[in-house]
Nanobody
Framework: QVQLVESGGGLVQAGGSLRLSCAAS????????MGWYRQAPGKQRELVAF???????NYADSVKGRFTISRDNPKSTVYLQMNSLKPEDTAVYYC?????????????WGQGTQVTVSS
């Protein structure tokens, strides 16, 4: 089965940086995209960034210029480099991998990692 193991969350002051990692293991193939979502208390889960199998990236307007998503295909790993962090970035961050298998697209999620940015 597919497992997503996340790391890198924590507590930082505003203006600091964190690097999130998500390593996928198991039956990993047919990746359409890999990405990061986040969810703050009382709010809906929102897309932060994703990267397609072709290397195209997309970012939420709120993080453009501050966050960078990247991947390591041999390890099926996706990273999120977060710079110039703001208190508004505080949320649980979730790794996501969308894979197409035999014509079916499936989403797989990590357990979530807490990112807290203090003023």
């Amino acid at each position: 089965q597919v497992q997503l193991v996340e790391s890198g969350g924590g507590l930082v002051q505003a203006g600091g940086s964190l690097r999130l990692s998500c390593a996928a293991s198991g039956s990993i193939f047919g990746i359409n995209f890999m990405g990061w979502y986040r969810q703050a208390p009382g709010k809906q889960r929102e897309l932060v960034a994703f990267i397609t199998s072709g290397g195209k990236t997309n970012y939420a307007d709120s993080v453009k210029g501050r966050f960078t998503i990247s991947r390591d295909n041999p390890k099926s790993t996706v990273y999120l480099q977060m710079n110039s962090l703001k208190p508004e970035d505080t949320a649980v961050y979730y790794c996501n991998i969308n894979m197409g298998r035999l014509g079916m697209n499936q989403n797989y999620w990590g357990q979530g990692t807490q990112v807290t940015v203090s003023s």
